[in-house]
């Protein structure tokens, strides 16, 4: 089992095109929310790209699930062919089961809740842009931080990152080179 995790995209199709290198083999992609839209406070970035993302992402040759997160608004998701989940998409690859909403309705603690109800291994969020991993008396609590627009730092460099899934680890990469930033172990 290999499943891509991202988050927080927002019309940006480099971080989509980095991920993928990231998510290559894998049976099922997550994204988290603010696919194609970025906030009005941020000027248009040169990649900003909503019709090459929504492309990139109808083509992909791996299945993907999306959760709606604040910044995703019906009349853009009108360019995806791949249906948006809201509040929460609930998925189960093997014996796998994960929870995904954006993050923005729902607390720390109401996350774990959240997984504990549907017996999930893995609680997937994003909307912060600041990856996470952390253990819990239920779920593991995974962000996998912004592919595009991020605001965790090593080294004071911003670093955009995603997640992964695999048989029993969980995982944040950079985006950039494929690195381990955090990784945990779950059953």
Known sequence: MKIGVISDTHGMPGAWLRAMRLFEGADLIIHAGDVL?????????????????????NESPIPVVITRGNCDSEVYEELLEVPTQSPYAVVQVEQTLIVVSHGHLLNHDEMIQVGKKYHASVFVSGHTHIPVIEKTDGPVLLNPG??????????????????????????????????????????
């Open 37 to 57: 839209y970025h906030p009005p406070r941020l000027k248009e970035l040169p990649e900003y790209d909503l019709p090459e993302l929504a492309r990139l992402i």
């Open 146 to 187: 912004s592919a595009a627009l991020p605001k965790y730092e090593i080294n004071g460099v911003p670093t955009g990152s995603v997640g992964l899934i695999t048989d029993g680890l969980v995982q944040v990469l950079s985006i950039e080179d494929g690195s381990v930033i955090f990784e945990l172990p779950f059953s």
